[in-house]
């Protein structure tokens, strides 16, 4: 089993709509939880850290299930300009481990 | 402020050839990173530096592959001699130390596009 790991999608999804998607982790000792957002041909940029409690930013919620070892991102009121692949980040004793990436398209 | 520099861009070449990537971090930022990413594999660490030092370099896939820091400001990644199979963007990131670095943000540069003909 992977250590983390994503469904790759693509997730096509109507302007307007919610979508949630997860990522799963594999060692329950990892420590801290990221989303990065990846536009095609460009590099990774940080969306927001994972915090135990879950945490909003605008129309993002990220939350962390640490009994279930997943991560999950929830977008609402989707835009087009949110079309892009999303990687999860797990870390654990200074080890970084991305996920491959789900990939999201906003349908107009 | 300039975010992380890499260079070049492109690159193509043929196999067999040495091949140098170059990175400048931000400044003030005590980690350095080399990521490579491919559509099968993803994006993978390849060797991370703190102070100028590798920590770990359990990622890098064999001993064609080489990375140094001569300074807090520089790194070059090499590989030689390249094979078709290195064709990948690379990534170079910084990081500041405060906090750690399992709870910092990574700052990645706009990578290095490899080709190995």
């Known amino acids: 089993r992977k250590e983390v790991e994503q469904d790759p999608g693509p997730f096509n999804v109507p302007e307007g709509a919610t979508v949630a998607f997860n990522c799963t982790y594999s060692?329950?000792?990892?420590?801290?939880f990221f989303w990065y957002r990846q536009d095609c041909r460009k590099e990774p940029k940080l969306l927001m850290s994972v915090y135990s409690s879950g945490n909003e930013d605008g129309r993002f919620t990220a939350q962390l299930n640490r009994a279930s070892q997943y991560i999950s991102l929830l977008i609402r009121d989707s835009k087009l300009s949110d079309s892009a692949t999303y990687l999860c980040?797990?870390?654990?004793?200074?080890?970084?481990?991305f996920g491959k990436g789900t990939r999201l398209h906003i349908l107009p | 402020d300039a975010g992380v520099i890499q260079s070049p861009r492109h690159e193509v070449t043929e196999m067999g050839q040495e091949v140098t990537l170059r990175c400048k971090p931000i400044s003030g930022h005590d980690y350095l990173f080399w990521y490579r990413q491919t559509m099968m594999r993803g994006l993978e660490l390849l060797i991370y530096f703190n102070n100028n030092v590798p920590i770990d370099d359990s990622g890098m896939p064999e001993d064609r592959f080489s990375a140094k820091m001569p300074n807090a400001s520089f790194s070059t990644l090499k590989i030689q001699p390249s094979e078709p199979r290195d064709s990948a963007v690379y990534f170079c990131a910084s990081s500041p130390v405060a906090g750690g670095l399992s709870y910092n943000e990574q700052f990645f540069g706009p990578g290095t596009r490899l080709t190995v003909l």
């Open positions: 980040v797990v870390n654990r004793d200074d080890k970084i481990i």
């Open positions: 060692n329950s000792a990892s420590q801290s």
